[in-house]
């Protein structure tokens, strides 16, 4: 049975130190306000698994709450590097972050066998590429029907996935519209899920082909967050903040700059501000 929860409450019981922690979400429904309540709570030790890890993980990263990053790119989308996740390979701090690299098809394969139960994905890739150099989990096998040699990568199987969605209905069901990346699979995939969501709504209204309704018994808790996907944007809900993005290479160059912005912004701010602007604003 879904359990609806603050956030605070959905975090400290469901994110625990030393976890695998997916945080999905692909250009929109980032989960930030999700990554700040893990940094307000100071969790430590945890893997990391994103596709995209943009500037929520630069901040869990830059705040010492990862040890491992598992992904297939990583940036500030627009604008250039993140200098947080950038500092802790280079130069350990505030702790030494290991690297597992990936393409984008290895992690959406591995999220899809994940979620199937299987113990490892298998596809077409890695032909020629330098990251079989450096990734030790990147095997190839003979297929046992054609001989073709076939890429293999193990299943993502996540303590935690984290998402945010638009609308979840009062049975605990989850609605997401719009651009979908693989949200639903890491939600498959994983041994437990948080979804936040801009409302909880009597009736769910899916009001677009593109959406993908995740039923009730794939969920294990519902956190009520508006404006929770801030600085990407809610499809139907808010807009991007591109000038955040623009400005967030500055703050995080510097670490006394960082750690002055996610004092005033993070750790001393319980409540999260309504900063997102509703569509058509």
Request: negative net charge; proline residues 6%.
């Amino acid at each position: 049975m879904v359990a609806f929860l603050s956030l605070r409450e959905a975090v400290a019981e469901l994110i625990h130190d030393g976890d695998t922690v997916a945080m999905e979400g692909f250009t929109h429904l980032i989960p930030f306000a999700a990554g700040h309540e893990v940094i307000r709570q100071g969790k430590r030790d945890l893997t990391l698994v994103r596709m995209t890890p943009d500037l929520i993980y630069d901040q869990m990263i830059g705040m010492g709450c990862a040890r491992k990053l598992v992904f297939s790119w990583g940036g500030n989308p627009g604008v250039g590097s993140l200098h947080r996740l950038r500092d802790a390979v280079e130069r350990g701090w505030p702790v030494p972050l290991a690297l597992e690299e990936h393409s984008h098809a290895a992690m959406a394969n591995a999220y899809a066998a994940g979620a199937s139960g299987l113990p490892c994905a298998i596809f077409r890739g890695y032909q020629g590429t330098d990251l079989t150099q450096v990734n030790p989990n990147i095997r190839f096998i003979e297929c046992p029907f054609t001989g073709e040699r076939l890429a293999a990568v193990p299943a993502i199987r996540p303590d935690v996935a984290v998402i945010h969605a638009q609308r979840a209905d009062r049975q605990g069901n989850v609605l997401i519209e719009g651009i979908v990346g693989v949200q639903k699979e890491a939600v498959l995939a994983a041994r437990r899920s948080l979804v936040t969501v801009e409302e909880i709504v009597d009736d769910l209204r899916v009001p677009s082909p593109n959406a993908v309704v995740l039923p009730h018994w794939t969920i294990t808790a519902i956190a009520e967050v508006p404006g929770g996907a801030w600085p990407s944007y809610a499809h139907g809900y808010y807009t991007r903040d591109n000038a955040f993005y623009t400005a967030w290479d500055g703050i995080a160059r510097d670490r006394d700059t960082f750690l002055a912005w996610m004092r005033e912004h993070v750790l001393d701010a319980p409540h999260r501000p309504a900063v997102a602007r509703p569509v058509g604003a």
